[in-house]
């Protein structure tokens, strides 16, 4: 039987790219269907991958331009102000991703999810580097019987790369959500003015001003590990690498602190690095 293909809608950008070739090596034979506006730069991301093809999609038609062509899944990699990506994964009953709405813009997701709960399996995977932050932070989480704080330093270099889709986010959200929230003593607020100023430790220790930011990692480790105190940090700047004279990368730094499974006083602190950057 003949695999149905996964589609990448945003396929054709920076992210998608990356997805692209992060799945094939993980998935040598499965399908994909990189898709965006402009079909020529769709094919050219899909040539060379092996089994994938560039498509061109329409947000505004309910087929999104693919007429009956099956798909197995549905990753958006931009944020689609239609919902379009998450409607027509519904409508093919198949699995469907977004990386990139605001905590403060998942509501037309959350209501379209919560009107057709059976429909799609959804994941809104709006998490710092799209769970390069969360799923370490849980692992580390194991070796506490009770986690008390979380608190999440991000280091982005300021020469990353990111295209016009991430800086229509950026510009968009600081507009938009000039507040980010964190859990405080159990109780969710939100970070403003002076509150929203931080400061964390680089891997090299050197020390970054940082600001107050909310993506899905701080709702998700909340509830998965019941802390009390949970928050994230960004700091845009030079990374530890780039600092030695080596190229750039991106650093999330992780500290919790808690009881470990006797009861005793635990505190621990991680770094995620990832050499290319993000
Ligand atoms: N959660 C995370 O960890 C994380 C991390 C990094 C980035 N992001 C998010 O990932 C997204 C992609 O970033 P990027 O740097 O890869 O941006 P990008 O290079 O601009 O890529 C955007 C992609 O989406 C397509 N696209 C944009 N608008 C479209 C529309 N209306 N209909 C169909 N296709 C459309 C573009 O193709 P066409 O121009 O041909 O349409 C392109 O393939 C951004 O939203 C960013 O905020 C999330």
Do not use: C
Request: no cysteine.
């Amino acid at each position: 039987m003949s695999q149905r293909p996964v589609l990448l809608i945003g396929g054709s950008g920076i992210v998608g790219r990356w997805a692209a070739r992060y799945l094939r090596e993980a998935h040598p034979a499965v399908p994909l269907l990189l898709g965006g506006r402009d079909l020529a730069r769709a094919r050219e991301a899909a040539a060379g991958l092996g089994q994938a093809e560039g498509v061109a999609v329409d947000l505004a038609r309910e087929d999104l331009g693919l007429g009956e062509r099956p798909v197995s899944a549905v990753a958006v990699l931009f944020t689609d102000e239609r919902v379009a990506g998450l409607r027509f994964a519904q409508s093919r009953g198949v699995p469907y991703l977004s990386i990139s709405p605001g905590l403060n813009e998942i509501g037309p997701e959350v209501a379209a999810y919560i009107h057709r709960p059976t429909a799609s399996a959804v994941v809104l995977g709006t998490e710092w580097l799209v769970g390069a932050t969360t799923i370490p932070a849980l692992a580390f989480a194991r070796a506490f019987g009770r986690v008390h704080a979380i608190k999440v330093g991000a280091l982005l270099d300021e020469q990353d790369a990111f295209g016009p889709a991430a800086e229509a986010d950026l510009e968009r959200q600081t507009k938009t959500m000039p507040a980010a929230l964190m859990r405080r003593d159990g109780v969710y607020v939100w970070r403003v003015g002076d509150d929203a100023r931080a400061s964390f430790r680089a891997v090299d220790g050197t020390a970054m001003a940082a600001s107050a930011l909310s993506p899905n990692d701080v709702l998700g480790l909340a509830n998965a590990t019941g802390a009390p105190d949970v928050q994230f940090n960004l700091a845009l700047g030079v990374s530890s690498s780039r600092r030695r004279g080596e190229p750039l990368s991106t650093e999330i730094l992780i500290e919790l602190t808690g009881e470990d499974h006797a009861g005793q006083p635990l505190r621990t602190r991680h770094a995620v690095v990832h050499p290319q950057g993000q």
